[in-house]
């Protein structure tokens, strides 16, 4: 109806004690206007003293509401803790003006509080004013009603799917996602375990287990942990904890060290709060190898005892197996993050010994299809033989373990990269993300099939969420600088960028994206200082042609596309086309576009969002050749979203 806002409001409580003022709804404390930052765990204090004013909130009420009622806090812990709140208000606790402590008590807060109410907007848009307030925010997805159901393991996996209806379902499922809000104080990074054996070559053994005990705490859903990328970023770093924290966003740190020698294990390991350096548990284990598992699983039960996680259920249990298989697996890994043709074939040596050992041991099989992909991809095995093989041994990964997001994950990569087959790629980027919701790996891979498929405001939170949960990988600020890039958002994307090249100053790849960036603007002089010449990769090559054609230097331009043309060809035919279509050159652009569609293209799913072939979007051509892909209707709903 005319003349009314049919817009639910909200009202929320605002705290006016002193010179302070304290929003919770907002999350945020000024003075004068200006914002006051506090730790996670200082702002509950703050607010539980606020609430309780004028009365006295005592010791044992003060823990009960801000670490909670089981939690064993000593009184220095408390006393540490009153004293950085006290210094982040600029209290003088021999002369205070704002909190009063009473020895043996409690505390209680000294100004008068006054309270005031605001109305504030809808409920999305007051989540939205949340979530703006610290990058140090995570969201969590939570794919709505996506039940395994109708999610047939013979239908979506072993088949093709013959159910349109359902596909759209998964593919709605997945649009509906919601964003949750913050875990509050429940986040932690395990920092790679140290290897203290005499024996360097030990090394994968504690990475495994760095690995193996992170990943079982990012199956605890009130948990936020941080991924492996950047956790290992600190390997080998002497850098105090709260930095470290800091740079990871998160309020704790678990880290370790581990000491093999023959059938023997020692593993220490302590939980640290971050921000004051207090140890809140810590125990060592000296065990037989076969009970590596049961150690796995103790760690993780003392670290949720200890940060009081609200649990859906029970901790998750460690994979169990024969231990000469687990170490094969754990050698896997090692080998397979080094990405090299030497170090993929020791890894699928290592999974392939894994799973001669224990052939129903699930995790080297997903390891091993992941590994035989990157193998087809980096060109070092025939792409056909290469695909099938990786495809059949996640199938064996998911007949034996259905819930296991890595073998999802691969199997939505072969159909979206090779098979082109976008409903069921959609379907098994959805079901890996059900079960790995913080695994960053997989959150990247459902941001690039979201985009292709014209998902642009899923995309966006995915690759937001990829960045919280693992803010220092670069792979994953690049993806969401791209993101930005699909959806046109150009100051964003900006942003991103230069940050990349604060953490990574020699990222070539990422100057080039600032070059094409300057000459978008109309400042292709500014863009050329981006630019190194000298770089044989692709974007620097393809974005260096775009800037010189700008600037009208043709003929250096026509040299760096020919000696892509001669060096790379048809690995590189999509890129080429870019270059074409970049340059007015339609006739060019599609030829190199039925190569690229011919050998399957890495990159071709890109047509339905890549911007760089605008300028093809109207020649008669280009709606042809998205129906050959099937990529048509994502095209017109990315399009539409713009």
Same mark, same amino acid.
């Given at each position: 109806?005319?003349?009314?806002?049919?817009?639910?409001?909200?009202?929320?409580?605002?705290?006016?004690?002193?010179?302070?003022?304290?929003?919770?709804?907002?999350?945020?404390?000024?003075?004068?206007?200006?914002?006051?930052?506090?730790?996670?765990?200082?702002?509950?204090?703050?607010?539980?003293?606020?609430?309780?004013?004028? =009365?006295?909130?005592?010791?044992?009420?003060?823990?009960?509401?801000?670490?909670?009622?089981?939690?064993?806090?000593?009184?220095?812990?408390?006393?540490?803790?009153?004293?950085?709140?006290?210094?982040?208000?600029?209290?003088?606790?021999?002369?205070?003006?704002?909190?009063?402590?009473?020895?043996?008590?409690?505390?209680?807060?000294?100004?008068?509080?006054?309270?005031?109410?605001?109305?504030?907007?809808?409920?999305?848009?007051?989540?939205?004013?949340?979530? =703006?307030?610290?990058?140090?925010?995570?969201?969590?997805?939570?794919?709505?009603?996506?039940?395994?159901?109708?999610?047939?393991?013979?239908?979506?996996?072993?088949?093709?799917?013959?159910?349109?209806?359902?596909?759209?379902?998964?593919?709605?499922?997945?649009?509906? =996602?919601?964003?949750?809000?913050?875990?509050?104080?429940?986040?932690?990074?395990?920092?790679?375990?140290?290897?203290?054996?005499?024996?360097?070559?030990?090394?994968?053994?504690?990475?495994?287990?760095?690995?193996?005990?992170?990943?079982?705490?990012?199956?605890?859903?009130?948990?936020?942990?941080?991924?492996?990328?950047?956790?290992?970023?600190?390997?080998?770093?002497?850098?105090?904890?709260?930095?470290?924290?800091?740079?990871?966003?998160?309020?704790?740190?678990?880290?370790?060290?581990?000491?093999?020698?023959?059938?023997?294990?020692?593993?220490?390991?302590?939980?640290?709060?971050?921000?004051?350096?207090?140890?809140?548990?810590?125990?060592?284990?000296?065990?037989?190898?076969?009970?590596?598992?049961?150690?796995?699983?103790?760690?993780?039960?003392?670290?949720?005892?200890?940060?009081?996680?609200?649990?859906?259920?029970?901790?998750?249990?460690?994979?169990?197996?024969?231990?000469?298989?687990?170490?094969?697996?754990?050698?896997?890994?090692?080998?397979?993050?080094?990405?090299?043709?030497?170090?993929?074939?020791?890894?699928?040596?290592?999974?392939?010994?894994?799973?001669?050992?224990?052939?129903?041991?699930?995790?080297?099989?997903?390891?091993?299809?992941?590994?035989?992909?990157?193998?087809?991809?980096?060109?070092?095995?025939?792409?056909?033989?290469?695909?099938?093989?990786?495809?059949?041994?996640?199938?064996?990964?998911?007949?034996?373990?259905?819930?296991?997001?890595?073998?999802?994950?691969?199997?939505?990569?072969?159909?979206?990269?090779?098979?082109?087959?976008?409903?069921?790629?959609?379907?098994?980027?959805?079901?890996?993300?059900?079960?790995?919701?913080?695994?960053?790996?997989?959150?990247?891979?459902?941001?690039?099939?979201?985009?292709?498929?014209?998902?642009?405001?899923?995309?966006?939170?995915?690759?937001?969420?990829?960045?919280?949960?693992?803010?220092?990988?670069?792979?994953?600020?690049?993806?969401?600088?791209?993101?930005?890039?699909?959806?046109?958002?150009?100051?964003?994307?900006?942003?991103?960028?230069?940050?990349?090249?604060?953490?990574?100053?020699?990222?070539?790849?990422?100057?080039?994206?600032?070059?094409?960036?300057?000459?978008?603007?109309?400042?292709?002089?500014?863009?050329?200082?981006?630019?190194?010449?000298?770089?044989?990769?692709?974007?620097?090559?393809?974005?260096?042609?775009?800037?010189?054609?700008?600037?009208?230097?043709?003929?250096?331009?026509?040299?760096?596309?020919?000696?892509?043309?001669?060096?790379?060809?048809?690995?590189?035919?999509?890129?080429?086309?870019?270059?074409?279509?970049?340059?007015?050159?339609?006739?060019?652009?599609?030829?190199?576009?039925?190569?690229?569609?011919?050998?399957?293209?890495?990159?071709?799913?890109?047509?339905?969002?890549?911007?760089?072939?605008?300028?093809?979007?109207?020649?008669?051509?280009?709606?042809?050749?998205?129906?050959?892909?099937?990529?048509?209707?994502?095209?017109?709903?990315?399009?539409?979203?713009?």
């Amino acid at each position: 109806m005319a003349g009314i806002n049919t817009e639910s409001r909200l009202i929320r409580m605002i705290y006016e004690f002193s010179d302070l003022t304290l929003d919770l709804d907002r999350h945020l404390l000024t003075r004068g206007g200006k914002p006051i930052k506090l730790t996670k765990l200082s702002f509950k204090m703050l607010q539980a003293l606020v609430q309780a004013a004028p =009365a006295l909130t005592s010791h044992d009420d003060l823990i009960d509401q801000v670490w909670g009622p089981r939690r064993v806090i000593t009184p220095d812990n408390l006393s540490q803790r009153m004293k950085t709140l006290r210094q982040s208000l600029g209290d003088d606790p021999n002369q205070p003006i704002y909190i009063e402590g009473v020895r043996g008590e409690g505390y209680r807060l000294i100004p008068e509080v006054k309270i005031q109410s605001a109305q504030t907007s809808s409920r999305s848009s007051r989540r939205s004013s949340r979530q =703006a307030l610290s990058s140090r925010l995570l969201v969590s997805l939570v794919v709505l009603a996506l039940a395994l159901g109708y999610l047939a393991f013979d239908k979506f996996v072993l088949g093709p799917v013959e159910d349109e209806q359902t596909a759209q379902s998964v593919s709605q499922e997945g649009h509906t =996602a919601a964003l949750t809000e913050s875990h509050g104080d429940k986040s932690i990074a395990v920092l790679p375990f140290v290897n203290v054996s005499s024996d360097p070559e030990q090394e994968y053994f504690s990475d495994g287990i760095t690995e193996e005990v992170l990943n079982l705490l990012t199956r605890i859903p009130e948990l936020k942990v941080t991924s492996r990328t950047s956790v290992f970023s600190f390997k080998g770093q002497r850098i105090d904890i709260p930095t470290v924290a800091e740079k990871l966003g998160v309020e704790h740190i678990l880290e370790g060290s581990v000491r093999k020698s023959g059938n023997r294990v020692r593993i220490t390991a302590q939980l640290i709060e971050a921000d004051n350096d207090v140890h809140l548990w810590s125990e060592t284990y000296e065990r037989e190898l076969d009970d590596i598992f049961a150690i796995q699983d103790e760690i993780a039960n003392e670290v949720v005892k200890a940060l009081q996680v609200q649990l859906l259920g029970e901790v998750p249990l460690a994979t169990s197996t024969n231990i000469e298989a687990y170490n094969l697996y754990l050698r896997g890994k090692h080998f397979a993050e080094k990405r090299t043709k030497e170090s993929l074939e020791a890894s699928v040596t290592a999974f392939q010994g894994a799973i001669v050992i224990d052939a129903s041991f699930a995790p080297p099989w997903a390891g091993l299809s992941d590994v035989l992909r990157y193998q087809g991809t980096y060109g070092y095995v025939a792409m056909q033989e290469a695909m099938e093989a990786s495809r059949q041994a996640a199938k064996r990964a998911l007949e034996l373990d259905a819930e296991l997001p890595e073998a999802w994950a691969v199997l939505a990569k072969i159909q979206f990269y090779y098979d082109w087959d976008w409903a069921r790629a959609e379907v098994s980027a959805l079901t890996a993300l059900k079960y790995g919701p913080q695994n960053a790996s997989v959150l990247r891979l459902a941001t690039w099939v979201s985009l292709g498929l014209g998902e642009t405001e899923r995309a966006l939170g995915l690759a937001k969420l990829a960045v919280d949960l693992d803010p220092l990988d670069y792979s994953g600020l690049v993806n969401l600088g791209t993101t930005y890039w699909a959806l046109g958002q150009r100051e964003e994307e900006e942003k991103a960028y230069r940050y990349i090249l604060e953490l990574y100053p020699d990222a070539t790849s990422v100057k080039s994206f600032l070059a094409i960036l300057k000459a978008a603007e109309g400042k292709p002089e500014e863009g050329l200082q981006y630019i190194d010449f000298d770089s044989e990769g692709r974007w620097p090559r393809v974005f260096s042609t775009i800037v010189l054609h700008t600037l009208g230097r043709h003929e250096e331009e026509d040299q760096i596309r020919q000696n892509m043309i001669d060096n790379k060809g048809q690995l590189w035919a999509f890129h080429i086309a870019i270059t074409y279509a970049c340059h007015g050159d339609p006739d060019k652009a599609f030829e190199w576009l039925d190569i690229a569609l011919e050998q399957k293209d890495y990159f071709m799913p890109q047509l339905s969002y890549n911007r760089w072939l605008t300028a093809l979007h109207d020649d008669p051509r280009w709606v042809p050749l998205l129906e050959k892909m099937e990529l048509l209707e994502y095209w017109e709903k990315s399009q539409a979203r713009r």
